[in-house]
């Protein structure tokens, strides 16, 4: 190409990349923006004789001391699956907690099963015990957590574990839910753990009670506050063994084994609390699901997780733990207080008087229409009960009066 030729064609050349780059410009600007806050592997914690493997989910704009729950997940099953259908992502996003999911390798159990029934791995500062602690530990530090608000839940292998490290670290945890799982100590091997999932160990309270002080003899409370839940079809881990759970906690605490109060909850669940009135108060809660059989209780036509292998449509199991722990910031004034402000909206953002407004629990908090208190959410104005504090229940309110407001089911 001659001299005079390239002088012509550099204009085009210039107009085509500016082109080029402002269509660039264009699709970057249209295309969806990624979540930031994502499950994401962390390669060394500290010390791991366990040989865990460890993931954190750490929600956008996470708050300094926030509260932290470990997870751990059931037999044949993986961190990833655990976060994808158990919901406790869409309850960490709403309640402003981060998750620190331990996660079993193969070369420790081919069953992908935490081993909870060996003695050297459920010791305090041993095995995987001490693995999850240094989980903790990390977590916390690297995040800038609350080390007095870290909690654990777990399903199956995952729920023993559970009742093992709260009964090895009580300073560590201030409360745990066993799901589907069975009592701290039940077995000191393989031959014990098949004898425990079924039919069941039949101890004492005391004898329960027992296992758990044993691991931490020196240690003289406060316990953590322990959530059961338990399907009354579970051919897997029998029934028997939430009760016992229940026994040996309640044993543990000092307190009856005898319900002070019970409730209903969705899903054909019945909710049972021990050494309290209600979930905010209890030391112990046992949540039964008639007729669900093993696994993990979700409920997804509420947005709360969603049906999988373990994962099974009935109650959203993760939501009424976050409410028994008291978790999703400090409590809002009694439900029959006059609030000292109205709605939080802007001028011209808010629904005009006596517009009905149909929205989550915790969309309804952050605009000032309700108030929530020990995981529990209330209209503000009249004290209208809602139900849990969280983004998976869904509630109409209108306001009758300024910054009054009550609840009007099926009103919008």
């Not at 069975?182 to 160990?201: E, L, Q, S, Y």
């Amino acid at each position: 190409m001659d001299s005079t030729a390239r002088r012509a064609g550099a204009p085009l050349a210039l107009a085509l990349a500016t082109v080029l780059v402002t269509a660039a410009a264009l699709l970057a600007a249209l295309a969806p923006r990624a979540h930031a806050a994502a499950l994401a592997p962390v390669t060394s914690f500290g010390t791991n004789p366990g040989n865990l493997a460890l993931y954190t989910y750490v929600p956008d704009g996470l708050p300094a001391q926030a509260p932290l729950v470990v997870l751990f997940h059931g037999c044949a099953q993986d961190a990833a699956a655990y976060h994808r259908h158990s919901g406790w992502a869409q309850a960490a996003d709403a309640g402003g907690f981060a998750l620190a999911y331990a996660e079993q390798r193969t070369a420790n159990n081919p069953s992908r099963c935490f081993n909870w029934f060996e003695p050297a791995d459920v010791a305090r500062d041993s095995g995987e015990a001490r693995s999850v602690r240094s989980m903790v530990e990390h977590t916390v530090s690297a995040h800038g957590l609350d080390a007095g608000r870290v909690y654990a839940s777990g399903l199956s292998a995952g729920g023993a574990m559970v009742g093992e490290v709260l009964s090895a670290y009580p300073d560590i945890f201030a409360g745990g839910a066993i799901v589907a799982g069975i009592p701290a100590g039940c077995a000191t091997g393989m031959v014990d753990a098949f004898t425990c999932m079924n039919p069941g160990r039949t101890l004492t309270p005391q004898q329960w009670g027992d296992r758990v002080r044993a691991k931490n003899p020196g240690w003289t409370g406060p316990w953590p506050r322990v959530a059961v839940w338990h399907g009354t079809s579970d051919t897997t881990v029998a029934p028997a063994n939430g009760t016992a759970s229940v026994r040996q906690w309640t044993n543990a605490h000092g307190i009856p084994a005898t319900p002070t109060a019970t409730e209903s909850l969705p899903g054909s669940t019945t909710a049972s609390y021990y050494g309290g009135s209600d979930a905010a108060s209890a030391r112990v809660a046992h949540y039964t699901v008639s007729g669900l059989g093993h696994g993990t209780p979700v409920d997804p036509a509420a947005g709360c997780g969603t049906a999988g292998a373990y994962f099974l449509a009935s109650v959203c199991s993760t939501g009424h733990t976050v409410g028994f722990w008291g978790l999703g910031g400090d409590p809002g004034p009694q439900p029959t207080e006059q609030p000292t402000e109205g709605p939080t909206e802007g001028p011209g953002e808010g629904p005009d008087p006596g517009e009905c407004v149909r929205s989550t629990n915790y969309a309804h908090v952050q605009a000032g229409r309700a108030v929530h208190r020990s995981g529990q959410t209330y209209a503000v104005g009249s004290g209208d009960p809602l139900g849990l504090w969280n983004v998976f229940v869904t509630t109409s309110l209108t306001e009758t009066s300024p910054g009054y407001w009550e609840n009007t089911p099926g009103a919008c």
